[in-house]
């Protein structure tokens, strides 16, 4: 085992990670449900597969994290930082994501039912086969790389909301 697969694989989900170092950590398929990670510096982790339903990732820096797969369901992304982020196939229903930036994200095939993306930066986002329902892109910032990859009817409501880079 890798010193860096310490966590892999286990239940954190009543840990506290106030001092434990995040930056770069395989956390793969791990149970951090309800963790609160806020403000925290977790740049290049492997988070996927874990379960992070019910976690405060508010101001947190996720730059070049994998969170493929990922359970983000009812998680407070509040102004994270998503930069260049692996976020294929996540379930982000009920997440609140307001303010974040997720300039180069890969949310394909994510599941965005009733997601709060109000305010978020989107530019150059991919959101190919992405599932949305209820969705808020009020003040979110696009561009039009980020147009090409979403459905005719969501790309309506984003043009209705948001506004061109």
């Given at each position: ?19 434990e170092e995040l930056?770069?950590?395989?956390l793969?398929?791990?149970?951090l ?38 359970d ?49 930066n ?25 147009l ?10 984003l ?7």
């Open positions: 085992m890798e010193p860096g697969d310490i966590f892999k694989k286990r239940n954190l989900s009543k840990v506290n990670f106030d001092y930056i770069g950590r395989n793969s398929n791990t149970n449900k309800g963790v609160d990670l806020k403000n925290r510096d977790i740049h290049n982790a492997n988070l996927s597969g874990a379960d992070l339903s019910g976690a405060d990732l508010s101001d947190t820096i996720l730059f070049n994290v994998k969170l493929r797969g990922a983000l369901q009812n998680a407070k992304l509040v102004n994270a930082k998503l930069w260049d982020t692996d976020l294929y196939g996540v379930d982000l229903t009920n997440a609140n994501i307001s303010g974040a930036d997720l300039f180069y994200a890969d949310l394909r095939n994510a599941d965005l039912r009733n997601t709060n993306l109000s305010g978020v989107l530019r150059h986002t991919n959101f190919e086969g992405a599932t949305f329902a209820s969705i808020d892109f009020t003040n979110a910032n696009y561009d039009l790389h980020t090409d990859t979403i459905s005719k009817d969501i790309k309506l409501i043009e209705i909301q948001g506004n061109l880079w």
